[in-house]
């Protein structure tokens, strides 16, 4: 017989179960995910069949023609329907904030359409010859016959059409850079989606294989000399200051229009005063180091004996080991985080090429941590300028940034706990920030014992803070590329090779004007997050960083919502103000 007692226990025996599978289930999802995923595969699916299908499998990434944009629009404003049908007050933090991503998502998505089809409509007479290709491409699709020497004749026209069009271009005035990269990757687009067509047709349609491959390889030879003349039309901008770096200013408004979409509440002026603030936090811990190492006020001279601690030719490798074993030693005996065994077992290490430290002069981390360190390849100062900036002190607090508890376990968490957020909200802001957060924190910490350590570490802070400074200012339109390596040099500390690829890689590739400041001021989000948590007893470290890391990629300032499991208003706008300099 089963007594009151025993009912009493099964029932909440029964009700710790239920609450365990739910934390379990909440680690993993939120009722937003569906939503998410299925927009995600609905838009892969519009770019598969609207766009240049590959001869085989697979998906070829291409820029999307008219026709294509407005599918996808439509797609869109279904997405916004289905969202507005929503019961969104009665979601968990986790799915408000899921909602609220994916409606900015959508939302940021169909303005970039929009502006793309009015750009196509702008620059659509530099294009005369697209809508022939455009529709051979439509007939491919689902490969219905084509008259074979119609096309050859309307392609033929085509070959005349680029050679006019590219006269008229050489002949012309400047283009700005913006258009002729949008008119350049349009033209490849074309070029695809033409050889998409060909491949379908050739060598199984006879007619077609008869008349088509010459006038094929006639079109293709003339986009790719049109490309280059529109290519030679650019104004786009390589800085004659020396440095021999291009690259092109956004402005303020657009910074600061970058700042909303991620979610940050501050302007691009604001966060210059946060990187003053933090510079001069940076000093004043330098100066203390210095005065340690008997070098008085003279931190530079303090810097420069660190940097000339460089380890022999070959012996990077077990540098790296032993400073990675030195912070998880760190980490385990404060009782930070518990560190998932396989992911501490199965990151690897690899050699940078002499070609990457041009523009990566400081080894970066993921999957692997790639080191960079001298080549036989290098000349002398090449090789100099390499080992005294991947020093052992400065690399103490980098370690862990690029493998565990940073870059390479952020790779192995995102794809178990929410990976759809890793694929549809990625930002800058969570994977740099989470990386400096430890940084910061292990500092804080007293993990750099001696002055040496401490000046190590507070050079990649200042650089942190310089990165803010010098990104900003450079699309400010207020410092060109070779101030911005001037300012590395003198005030931070960097070798000049070193310097110059740090800026040539901000400017030159494919980083977001915001990236390189999202180190920092990630950080410091993640920080002042942790200190309200942690610091007010709520969590200990252990919880903290568990919880932070299974919520996968979100803004900052949507990660303290759900940490803080507050309700978020369903017209929500970026209010957080996160530093304080106390």
């Not at 709520?538 to 949507?558: C, G, Q, T, W």
Request: aromatic fraction near 12%.
């Amino acid at each position: 017989m089963i007594t009151i007692r025993s009912q009493l226990i099964i029932g909440l025996c029964s009700l710790a179960t239920a609450l365990a599978q739910a934390q379990h289930m909440n680690e993993h999802t939120t009722p937003l995910e569906p939503y998410v995923i299925r927009y995600g595969h609905d838009e892969q699916a519009i770019n598969y069949f609207y766009g240049p299908m590959p001869k085989g499998w697979g998906f070829q990434r291409s820029a999307p023609s008219p026709e294509q944009i407005n599918r996808l629009l439509v797609l869109d404003r279904s997405y916004f329907k289905e969202l507005e049908e929503v019961d969104y007050n009665n979601l968990p933090t986790g799915g408000q904030v899921d909602y609220q991503l994916l409606k900015r998502k959508i939302a940021r998505h169909s303005e970039d359409l929009q502006a793309d089809l009015e750009t196509y409509k702008r620059l659509e007479h530099y294009l005369p010859f697209a809508a022939v290709i455009y529709d051979f491409e439509q007939k491919r699709r689902r490969g219905h016959e084509v008259d074979a020497k119609k096309l050859a004749t309307d392609l033929q026209n085509t070959v005349k059409q680029i050679q006019q069009q590219s006269e008229q271009v050489k002949n012309g005035k400047a283009i700005p850079s913006a258009d002729v990269q949008f008119l350049t990757e349009m033209i490849e687009s074309v070029k695809q989606r033409l050889a998409s067509a060909f491949d379908f047709y050739n060598g199984y349609d006879v007619e077609f294989t008869w008349w088509m491959p010459t006038t094929f390889a006639d079109v293709n030879t003339e986009l790719d000399q049109y490309k280059e003349v529109l290519t030679s039309k650019s104004d786009w901008k390589v800085f004659d200051d020396g440095s021999n770096i291009g690259g092109q200013p956004i402005g303020k408004k657009m910074l600061n229009q970058k700042l909303q979409d991620e979610m940050i509440a501050y302007t691009a002026d604001e966060l210059l005063a946060i990187a003053d603030k933090e510079w001069a936090w940076c000093v004043a811990e330098l100066l203390k180091a210095s005065r340690e190492m008997g070098f008085g006020d003279d931190w530079q001279a303090a810097q420069e004996k660190v940097k000339n601690t460089y380890v022999p030719v070959g012996k990077q490798p077990e540098l790296i080991n032993q400073l990675y074993d030195k912070a998880q030693a760190f980490i385990k005996e404060n009782q930070l985080m518990d560190i998932p065994p396989l992911a501490d077992e199965t990151w690897g290490m690899i050699m940078m090429t002499p070609e990457r430290q041009l523009v990566n002069p400081f080894f970066t981390g993921g999957r692997e941590i790639s080191i960079s360190y001298p080549t036989n390849t290098m000349t002398y100062d090449q090789k100099m300028m390499s080992m005294r900036g991947n020093n052992p002190y400065f690399s103490l607090g980098t370690v862990q940034h690029e493998l565990v508890p940073g870059h390479h376990l952020q790779y192995f968490m995102n794809r178990r706990y929410k990976p759809y957020r890793a694929q549809h909200f990625n930002t800058p802001f969570w994977t740099e920030g989470w990386t400096l957060y430890w940084e910061l924190l292990l500092y804080r910490m007293g993990f750099a014992k001696t002055p040496e350590e401490r000046i190590g570490m507070l050079f990649w802070r200042m650089h942190r803070c310089a990165r803010i400074t010098f990104s900003i200012k450079f699309h400010l339109g207020e410092w060109t590329p070779q101030q911005c390596i001037d300012y590395l040099v003198n005030e931070v500390g960097h070798e000049p090779a070193n310097a110059h690829g740090e800026v040539k890689r901000s400017f030159e590739g494919s980083y977001d004007p915001l990236y390189q400041l999202a180190y920092m001021i990630g950080g410091l989000q993640l920080l002042s997050i942790s200190d309200e948590l942690v610091g007010d007893g709520k969590m200990s470290y252990a919880e903290f960083h568990d919880r932070v890391i299974k919520e996968n990629y979100l803004p900052m300032e949507m990660l303290r919502a759900i940490l803080k499991d507050q309700k978020v208003p369903l017209d929500y706008k970026p209010v957080w103000k996160f530093y304080s300099a106390n």
